[in-house]
């Protein structure tokens, strides 16, 4: 699933790659993944890109009369190609432009969604998208604020970090990668944390995310396309020994959920087996 850091800089390329370019051919390959009350192909042709933004797992697309609002969910992914590339099967969404590039949506799951809104629509009928929180990458509370907001949710941690409407734009991946850091179990409660374990939290949380946008940025190819995962200490890392202490990396279940962590960096909540 792109998260923050990933669409952070996925929103910069995009931005430098597509505004003040034109339209010119739309090409549908799922509409499955499309939300739209009027044709999508006549709607978007020979309209021009003029912003590229982000808020949390959503990027918007500002047109010069409307916008494009994606939701990427599980495995969408935005890739920038030649025209004259051939089209892959999972590639939902086409643009051409004058310039000859392709901006392509692919999703092999079929779970994102592609909001196609004209001028004058609000984000109503997008999903999710009026309760998001801050975002991540930027929120601007201090320690002692986010301390606050977080104590007074009652919540476990890993449910904290991806419940959007707290902060937007974590999910699975950098959710263990946080709490990794921070030497917490998943499942602990947001109350049962001592003032340094809280601080703990926060000073993670803030380092994990910019880390996260520094190596997506270095590791990302010019066509985008794929999703930045080999910084990471203990995601989709099972079996292989903790960065921190040397044991073995577990894999478990948080919810429907794959989740990873350390066994003794991060001990359970008392009466938790793992």
Known sequence: MPEWPDLHVVRGRLEKALVGKEIVLVRIGDPL??????????FLAHQRFIGVRQRGKFLIFDL????????????GVFELASAEDKLSRSTALSLVLDD?????????????????????????????????????????????????????TRRELRNLLQDQSFLAGIGNAYADEIL??????????????????????Y?????????????????????????IRDHMQ????????CPRCG??????????????????????PKGQIR
């Open 33 to 42: 993944v499309l939300r739209s009350t009027r044709p999508v192909e006549t």
């Open 203 to 227: 000073r993670s949380l803030k380092d994990v995310i910019a880390r996260g946008a520094r190596e997506v940025e270095e590791g990302l190819p010019p066509e985008l396309g794929t999703k």
């Open 64 to 75: 010069d009369h409307g916008r494009i609002v994606v939701n990427p969910m599980l495995a």
């Open 100 to 152: 000859g590039t392709d901006l392509r949506y692919r999703d092999d799951k079929r779970m994102g969604k592609v909001h196609v809104l004209g001028e004058g629509e609000g984000f109503a009928d997008v999903h999710g998208f009026a309760e998001l929180g801050p975002d991540a990458g930027d929120f601007s509370w201090n320690e002692r604020e986010f301390a606050q907001r977080s104590r007074a």
């Open 180 to 201: 990794w850091e921070a030497k917490l179990h998943p499942k602990r409660r947001v109350a049962t944390l001592s003032d340094e374990e809280m601080s703990r939290f």
């Open 247 to 268: 044991t073995p990396i577990i894999k478990t279940r948080h919810g429907l959920d794959d989740m990873y962590l350390c066994p003794r960096c991060q001990p359970p």
């Open 234 to 241: 203990v995601r989709l890392r099972k079996g292989k020994p």
